[in-house]
């Protein structure tokens, strides 16, 4: 078998068919290659409306209308194709996948691929959102749909120019082979190409032919990040931008009352210090002086939304909320658990920022947005333009986990460009982003489960939780598409999202679970597998605690009633490769947990080392997922390792203190997110042979790992976890408010 791929393009014009797309030329000498024909096309096979149960299924589902004209991909003449991505990079690897999938259609080699990241383009309606571990999902028809485009006008061109049918041409190593050996560069075609007119027909390759896509490969960008070379959004110049700070209020949603700005204003370097809804903005010739400005104001304010609130009160609250149980306790045999689990930070390594330039007649942003049309939308009517006159650039981002779902940064910015009449270049600091940012949301969890005769009869969960807001145009898609939704259009956008994300994974009989939100006025988000984490970490502690209630060993219980042959692979995989049940010296321990969400699965398993309880450490783990068909397995075994090192980070040590209205974390040095001496040494992933199209990943590994660690920390202590994170002392000296 030859490296080269000879898919027949018929030389003749033919009408687009079934199943099939048309390319159309937007510029030249430049071919560029879009792919805006019928849906069906590039989409993905969805279960029918009715069955649909899962998020990313909705956010495919509404993406619908646009998804031909999602992907824009051309042919430079030096023969480097540029990928035009409508989604956010934020650290997850989408722009290598994305390019393997170019690469591996047009049969080139990665390095020649470059892909860039789209302006918020508000034509493509609900469809330019990162979120919901989606993005392959949805991407992978249109992106091997215009790139076999480009391909097939690129055949066309070499043989219109060299008198040959294109059948009996192939392609290679970027270029083009006629029938006697020669090799034409893609550069050299791309002007012919983009002269042709008509409609061509391709389909992509079948997988089966695939040599690039589902092989470990190196992050594109990996060398400009570790050198320092890449461009965050502060690295950007944009002319006129100087550094912005904010003062902020003491409590959340605090507001100015009165500033005395005369010694800031006198500093050197101050160049403006004006008022807007968040604070008091600072712009100077550098951010430490306007850091340094930025403490001498004096400023009195107004209450916050939550000051008479700390954690206890908040805490007392969620307990009330919880929803009460169905199944009677006296009835039958039954275990009955509740959990709670603290607010925590996002913490990504970039915090907030965005470079704003806000004129009387148009405005232009900079900053790493995960839902830029929103963003763009937002900002229009808060600094009084028409969304035309507004220009966001999607900035690649130092992290999110969801954080970037906002755009809290981007209106600050505009906000202050238009206040101040200048550009800014706005930065916020750690505390500002632990303080004022958004988080994960605190929630009470209540579990029974009753069990006879064998069997498991019911299982119930009753979810507790503050608001988290949705206001960042996952909203507005959960509207769209609620006709289909096998929830009812009637429920809460949050409700929804709980019961499309959150599922048993067991044949627990009778299961039932319940969100109810408590709507406090704070600043939350989307953090990493939303209400999943704490959600289904909760319920595979439970599973355990049910197993020995039962007699059983929890991977044989668990392997019990999985519903899937699919899901028992993997934990087949963990307990074989982690030799589950192997004898361990005491206050050492291994745990199991188990997690099923957007069309993929995974197991974890884990050791921990709890000989002092108050100082445990996870020591070993091992990880096997199921992503239907892996794009880059070393990808994805960095998103599992990513959500084991969160799971170990939010299960142990890492959470937000609520005291009085205001977070007492203000710095890495008091979040205590893991640490590398808190990183197990022996860490296997096991990425599963492909079984069908892409499922998510981004969210898929934190919640087994959270079970299995707390499932650890259990069997090696004697003590079952029941508030997380499990080692929470205010230990350190919070910064003044």
Avoid at 455 to 483: K, M, Q, Y
Avoid at 597 to 604: D, G, L, M, V
Wanted: net charge neutral.
């Amino acid at each position: 078998m030859t490296c080269d791929n000879e898919v027949p393009v018929p030389d003749a014009r033919v009408p687009l068919r079934r199943r099939q797309f048309l390319a159309f030329l937007v510029a030249a000498p430049v071919l560029t290659v879009a792919v805006p024909g019928t849906a069906e096309a590039v989409l993905p096979t969805l279960p029918q409306p009715a069955e649909i149960m899962d998020l990313g299924d909705i956010l495919i589902l509404a993406g619908t209308p646009t998804a031909g004209a999602l992907a824009v991909l051309s042919v430079g003449e030096d023969g480097v194709v540029t990928l035009e991505l409508p989604r956010a990079e934020v650290g997850q690897g989408i722009t290598t996948a994305t390019a393997m999938l170019v690469a591996e259609e047009l049969d080139l080699p990665l390095s020649q691929v470059r892909v860039v990241l789209a302006d918020a383009r508000p034509e493509l309606l609900f469809n330019q959102l990162t979120g919901g571990s989606n993005t392959i999902r949805s991407v992978y028809g249109p992106v091997r749909q215009a790139a076999a485009a480009a391909r097939a006008r690129l055949l066309a061109a070499a043989s219109e120019q060299y008198g040959v049918a294109a059948s009996r041409l192939s392609t290679r190593d970027g270029g083009v082979i006629l029938p006697d050996g020669r090799y034409i560069a893609y550069g050299l075609l791309t002007s012919a190409a983009a002269q042709l007119t008509g409609v061509f027909a391709a389909q992509p390759k079948p997988v089966s032919e695939h040599r690039l896509v589902g092989t470990p490969q190196s992050r594109i960008d990996a060398r400009a990040m570790v050198t320092g070379q890449f461009k965050y959004t502060l690295d950007h110049d944009v002319p006129g931008a100087m550094p912005t700070v904010v003062r902020r209020p003491p409590t959340i949603n605090g507001t100015v009352k009165s500033v005395d700005s005369s010694v800031a204003k006198a500093m050197p370097g101050v160049l403006a210090v004006g008022v807007v809804p968040t604070g008091v903005a600072v712009v100077a010739e550098t951010f430490g002086q306007a850091m340094a400005a930025r403490d001498a104001l004096q400023v009195t304010w107004h209450p916050g939304t939550i000051d008479a609130l700390s954690d206890k009160e908040i805490r007392a609250k969620l307990r009330a909320a919880a929803l009460p149980f169905v199944v009677p306790p006296l009835l039958t045999q039954h275990v009955d658990m509740e959990f709670d689990f603290a607010f925590v930070s996002h913490a990504p390594m970039e915090t907030n920022s965005a470079i704003a330039d806000v004129r009387d007649d148009r405005a232009e942003i900079w900053a790493g947005l995960k839902s830029p049309i929103v963003a763009r939308q937002t900002i229009a009517s808060v600094v009084g333009l028409p969304e035309s006159a507004v220009t966001v650039h999607v900035m690649q981002g130092g992290g999110s986990f969801g954080r970037r779902l906002f755009f809290d940064a981007a209106i600050e910015a505009a906000q202050i460009s238009k206040a101040l009449r200048r550009p800014v270049k706005l930065m916020w600091s750690r505390t500002d982003d632990m303080r004022h940012g958004r988080a994960r949301a605190a929630s009470h969890h209540k579990l029974r489960a009753t069990f006879g005769l064998g069997n498991v009869l019911t299982f119930e969960h009753r979810v507790a939780s503050v608001e988290t807001d949705f206001r960042h145009g996952l909203g507005e898609i959960l509207t769209a598409t609620a006709a289909s939704l096998p929830v009812g259009g009637n429920l809460s956008f949050a409700q929804t999202v709980f019961l499309t994300t959150c599922h048993v994974p067991y044949n627990f009989g009778v299961v039932t679970s319940l969100l109810n939100e408590v709507p406090l006025k704070m600043h939350t988000g989307s953090w990493r597998s939303v209400y999943s984490a704490n959600t289904r970490g909760a319920e595979e502690i439970v599973v355990d605690q049910l197993a020995a209630r039962m007699g059983k060993d929890p991977v044989a219980f668990r392997r019990e009633y999985l519903k899937h042959d699919r899901q028992r692979a993997v934990l087949d995989k963990v307990a074989a490769e982690g030799q589950w049940g192997r004898a361990m010296p005491r206050g050492f321990a291994q745990g199991v947990a188990f997690h099923d969400e957007y069309q993929s699965c995974t197991a974890c398993l884990v050791e921990i080392d709890a000989r002092d309880p108050q100082n445990p450490r996870v020591v070993k783990a091992v990880i096997a997922a199921d992503v239907g068909r892996p794009i880059n397995p070393r990808g994805l075994e960095a998103q599992l390792l990513g959500g084991l090192t969160d799971a170990i980070s939010t299960t142990l040590r890492a959470g937000l203190h609520i005291d009085r209205g205001l977070p007492l974390e203000g710095s890495y040095s008091q979040f205590h997110y893991a640490r590398q001496k808190d990183a197990p040494l022996d860490v296997r992933i096991f990425v599963m042979p492909a079984t069908g199209e892409p499922g998510g990943a981004g969210e898929l590994g934190v919640p087994a790992a959270v079970g299995a660690i707390a499932n650890a920390y259990a069997r090696a202590t004697g003590v079952v976890p029941r508030s997380f994170p499990i080692i929470f002392p205010v230990d350190f000296e919070p910064f003044p408010r």
